[in-house]
């Protein structure tokens, strides 16, 4: 009894089995008949040979600005040392005039007043700096800004032999589809 129950089950698997080969053979039949009517009445398509991008660069014109110390060097105001070479001419001549006498003194005063002109200025020369301010100064200057960007795409397809362009905005890939040689928008790749 066991043994009928097995072949039993053994055929029915069997059976199963053939009808749905059967079954995928039928549908398989009807997709290529579906498809080899498609492809006659389908759309076309064209191969594309290249895609070139069109850009278009903008130039803005905008302003850079930074700020810059600046330093200022002004002269002393007494640039020849006229106070200290008075100043030294009469000290040096006073303590000349205190050495010697007669036609000596006179000679000690203007030796001494040439002396204490010369160590005046001279001392004064030591003592003066140039006077350095710093100020910070606003610098700016124009520069173009530029931008580069893709409006297009110069799209060389060959289609029945002929090659045309057309520009599209976006690139197809590796083919275009085409109505009566008229170039329609795809997504194809």
């Given at each position: 009894?066991?043994?009928?129950?097995v072949?039993?089950?053994h055929?029915?698997?069997?059976?199963a089995?053939?009808?749905?080969v059967?079954a995928?053979?039928?549908?398989?039949?009807?997709?290529?008949?579906?498809?080899?009517g498609?492809?006659?009445?389908?759309?076309k398509?064209?191969k594309?040979?290249?895609?070139?991008?069109?850009r278009?660069?903008t130039?803005?014109?905008?302003?850079v600005c930074?700020?810059?110390?600046?330093?200022?060097?002004t002269?002393?105001?007494?640039?020849?040392?006229?106070?200290?070479?008075?100043?030294g001419?009469?000290?040096?001549g006073?303590?000349g005039?205190q050495?010697?006498?007669?036609?000596?003194?006179?000679?000690?005063?203007?030796?001494?007043?040439?002396?204490?002109?010369?160590?005046?200025k001279?001392?004064?020369?030591?003592?003066?700096h140039a006077?350095t301010t710093?100020?910070?100064?606003?610098?700016?200057?124009?520069?173009?800004?530029?931008?580069t960007?893709?409006?297009?795409?110069?799209?060389?397809?060959e289609?029945?032999?002929v090659?045309?362009?057309?520009?599209?905005d976006?690139?197809p890939?590796d083919?275009?589809?085409?109505?009566?040689?008229?170039t329609?928008?795809?997504?194809a790749?």
């Open positions: 009894m066991k043994r009928l129950m072949n039993v089950l055929v029915c698997v069997a059976a089995l053939a009808a749905s059967s995928c053979n039928r549908d398989a039949s009807a997709d290529a008949g579906v498809a080899a498609a492809a006659a009445n389908g759309p398509y064209a594309v040979v290249s895609v070139d991008p069109v278009k660069t130039n803005t014109p905008k302003q930074h700020d810059e110390v600046v330093n200022t060097t002269p002393p105001k007494d640039q020849h040392q006229i106070a200290g070479t008075a100043i001419a009469v000290v040096g006073v303590l005039h050495v010697g006498g007669g036609k000596g003194k006179t000679l000690a005063t203007v030796a001494g007043a040439l002396g204490g002109g010369y160590a005046g001279k001392i004064e020369e030591s003592r003066q006077n710093s100020s910070v100064q606003r610098r700016c200057t124009t520069v173009n800004d530029s931008t960007k893709i409006v297009g795409y110069d799209v060389r397809y289609y029945n032999g090659t045309r362009t057309v520009r599209m976006h690139d890939g083919r275009v589809q085409v109505q009566e040689g008229v329609a928008v795809s997504d790749r």
